[in-house]
T-cell receptor, first 110, second 115 residues
C-alpha cells in the first residue's frame, strides 16, 4: 500500500511568517490531495494536484507536486490565525481508498 | 447543496447499546465512505460504498455494520462497542467512485464516546 509521510509533524509560526509542509510518498505519486482539519471537525478540501510539476494556489496557500521526488509541498504565505489546524495529504488515483499522511499540526502565534 | 451532513454530532453510548450514525448528501455523489479518527491521528478508512454497494471493508470488526439504503444516505450501525471505539467518525462522498476527481467532501463528524 502507498504510505505518505508528512514533515514536520507540527510547527509553530509567528503570524505573518511563511511556512512549508512536505508530503513524501513511498511510491509513485499520480496525484495528491491536500486537506485541512480544525480540531474535532471535518476535513476541508484545499486542492488536488494531478500532474507532475503542477502548482495550484488558493488565496495564500500554494501547493506543488514533484513526481520525480514523489513529493508535494504546501506553502502558506504571510500566515494568519485562520491558517491554524492540521494539514493532511492523501494520494490521488488511489481508487476508492483515500488514505492520509500523518498530518502536520500548525499553530499560528499572534 | 454542497454538504455532507452527519447526525448526531455527539453520541454517548453504553457497551450494550445499539445506535446508528447517519450521513446524507444531495450532490449526486456515487461513492460514500466511513472513516474513524482517533485523537491526534489521521482518519482511517473503514468502509467504501460505490453505487450503493459495499466495495471496501478495511477489516472492520463486525460490531460496526454499514448500510447504504439509497444513493444519498449512508448509515453506520453500532452494537456492543468497546471503550476503545470512542473516536470521531467521519463520512465522506465523492462524485466518482474511481478517483474522486473533484475531491472528497467530508462531513463534520460524529464524536462517539463509549462508556
Amino acid at each position: 500500500s502507498q504510505e505518505l509521510e508528512q514533515s514536520p509533524q507540527s510547527l509553530i509560526v509567528q503570524e505573518g511568517k511563511n511556512l512549508t509542509i512536505n508530503c513524501t510518498s513511498s511510491k509513485t505519486l499520480y496525484g495528491l490531495y491536500w486537506y485541512k482539519q480544525k480540531y474535532g471537525e471535518g476535513l476541508i478540501f484545499l486542492m488536488m494536484l494531478q500532474k507532475g510539476g503542477e502548482e495550484k494556489s488558493h488565496e495564500k496557500i500554494t501547493a506543488k507536486l514533484d513526481e520525480k521526488k514523489q513529493q508535494s509541498s504546501l506553502h502558506i504565505t504571510a500566515s494568519q490565525p485562520s491558517h491554524a489546524g492540521t494539514y493532511l495529504c492523501g494520494p490521488g488515483a488511489a481508487g476508492n481508498k483515500l488514505t492520509f499522511g500523518g498530518g502536520t499540526r500548525v499553530l499560528v502565534k499572534p | 447543496d454542497t454538504e455532507v451532513t452527519q447526525t448526531p454530532k455527539h453520541l454517548v453510548m453504553g457497551m450494550t447499546n445499539k445506535k446508528s450514525l447517519k450521513c446524507e448528501q444531495h450532490m449526486g455523489h456515487r461513492a460514500m465512505y466511513w472513516y474513524k479518527q482517533k485523537a491526534k491521528k489521521p482518519p482511517e478508512l473503514m468502509f467504501v460504498y460505490s453505487y450503493e454497494k459495499l466495495s471496501i471493508n478495511e477489516s472492520v470488526p463486525s460490531r460496526f455494520s454499514p448500510e447504504c439504503p439509497n444513493s444519498s444516505l449512508l448509515n453506520l450501525h453500532l452494537h456492543a462497542l468497546q471503550p476503545e471505539d470512542s473516536a470521531l467518525y467521519l463520512c465522506a462522498s465523492s462524485l466518482s467512485p474511481g478517483t474522486g476527481d473533484y475531491g472528497y467532501t467530508f462531513g463534520s463528524g460524529t464524536r462517539l464516546t463509549v462508556v
